[in-house]
């Protein structure tokens, strides 16, 4: 028997030695309503969080209206022999990144993005990408100039980038 | 029967979805606001310090309490005093580590409020200066 079978067990055991079976029965009848009706709406939930990890990919990669491309700007890994995910051969990806949002038509969510740079090679020179919809995060103008995306890599030598999907955007 | 077990489960899991809705907006406030240069683990990089296993050290000083809200980063967020308060001791619970060395009076957006009206200018020297400060007191002690 499973804990919550003996902790059950016992429970209907304690209440039916001090109340009548008809009692015993509404108190059930009561506890299986609430049981239902109350908890569903975070099991729902529940189930679309973990759902919304992952969306739900569609379009191509290669191309600049990806849906995740919304905030890129730069030159397109997937072009370049990397993916959207990861960085080309030879190359580093850069801690330091742009983050966004994007709207994913295929499952109708927002997701937070990052374009994380991949550095060490010279420029890729493929697939340029330059769309800034979507917010991206307001910098210290005093920093903007001076930070460089391949910051914290061996070299700071761009090469082009990625928009690797990190989390569900939490809206209001 | 199979319906009456699971109630104990489906409030547990209530209260615990309840509570990961709070991180859930906390986290995705760090990610838009903060992670780009913080990176996802509050390691840093390059010029950005790293916050992971040290920034409770400044926790040590009002000084570097202060310190924490006025650093440009936080100080010109776009957050709300509330949410930058809440960001900020999401840092701390989640990347202080061992720095932590005394109980982590949470800050509150009343407290953040004033003190985000001043932002840092001379950020390295203070931090040198705050720094600096703990480390002497320390060595006194």
């Given amino acids: 028997m499973n804990f919550f079978d003996k902790v059950f067990e016992q429970r209907s055991r304690q209440l039916a030695q001090r109340s009548s079976r008809r009692g015993l029965l509404k108190g059930l009848g009561a506890m299986l309503v609430g049981g239902a009706s109350i908890p569903l709406l975070p099991v729902a939930r529940a189930a679309g969080a973990e759902g919304a990890g992952r969306p739900v990919e569609e379009g191509d990669p290669s191309s600049c209206d990806y849906w995740r491309y919304c905030a890129i700007d730069g030159f397109l890994c997937d072009c370049c022999g990397g993916s959207a995910n990861t960085c080309p051969p030879g190359t580093e990806m850069s801690p330091v990144t742009w983050i966004g949002t994007c709207h994913n038509p295929a499952d109708g969510r927002n997701y937070v993005i990052s374009y994380n740079d991949c550095c060490g090679k010279s420029s890729c020179g493929a697939c340029l990408c330059m769309r800034d919809e979507g917010d991206r995060p307001v910098y210290r103008p005093d920093k903007t100039n001076d930070l460089n995306w391949c910051l914290g890599t061996s070299s700071v030598t761009y090469h082009c980038s990625t928009a690797i999907v990190v989390g569900v955007a939490f809206d209001d | ?141």
């Fill in chain 2, 1 to 141: 029967m199979v319906r009456l077990l699971l109630l104990p489960v489906l409030l547990w899991s209530a209260a615990a979805l309840a509570a990961s809705d709070d991180s859930g907006r906390v986290v995705f406030d760090y990610q838009m606001n903060c992670q780009g240069c913080h990176t996802p683990d509050g390691a840093g990089a390059g010029s950005v310090p790293a916050m992971q296993g040290h920034v409770g050290v400044f926790l040590q000083s009002q000084a570097g309490r202060e310190y924490l809200v006025r650093v440009p980063g936080s100080a010109t967020s776009a957050l709300s005093d509330e949410r930058l308060a809440a960001v900020l001791n999401w840092i701390v619970y989640e990347f202080a580590g061992d720095s932590l060395q005394s109980p982590f009076t949470p800050y509150t957006a009343a407290e953040v409020a004033p003190l985000r009206k001043h932002p840092l200018n001379e950020v390295d020297d203070y931090r040198q200066h705050v720094l600096r400060a703990i480390a002497g007191a320390d060595a006194r002690e």
